[in-house]
Nanobody
């Protein structure tokens, strides 16, 4: 499965960005991780195929919204009320099969990773 992410860029604090990720084939789980310089990779959000169950990291809950169109194997991440601490490289991820709930936020649970897209939030 190949993942291609789009939509990163530079935005001022309080602004919004929308990331998109297209997969070459359908997968059960799709989502996003991010990694800031000098920090560990962090789970951002994920969504299942059916039913569409969404999960968010604590630091983005209430500000980010994930959505998915399974017909075109695409997932979007709407990021609102951005903060400088949201600055990171964002990676689209996917897994063909199911992931048990306790593992959804673990990077090792995902088989496929996109190339990453830079999001920079200025203060």
């Amino acid at each position: 499965v190949q993942l291609q992410a789009f939509g990163g860029g530079l935005v001022q604090a309080g602004g919004s960005l929308r990331l998109s990720c297209a997969a070459s084939e359908r997968t059960y789980h799709m989502g996003w991780f991010r990694q800031a310089p000098g920090k560990e990779r962090e789970f951002v959000s994920g969504v299942t195929l059916s039913p569409k169950i969404t999960t968010y990291g604590d630091s983005v809950q209430g500000r980010f919204t994930i959505s998915r169109d399974s017909a075109i194997n695409t997932v979007w991440l709407q990021m609102d009320s951005l903060k400088p601490e949201d600055t990171a490289v964002y990676y689209c991820v996917a897994r063909s099969g199911r992931i048990i709930t306790s593992m959804v936020k673990r990077a090792g649970a995902y088989d496929y990773w996109g190339q990453g897209t830079q999001v920079t939030v200025s203060s």
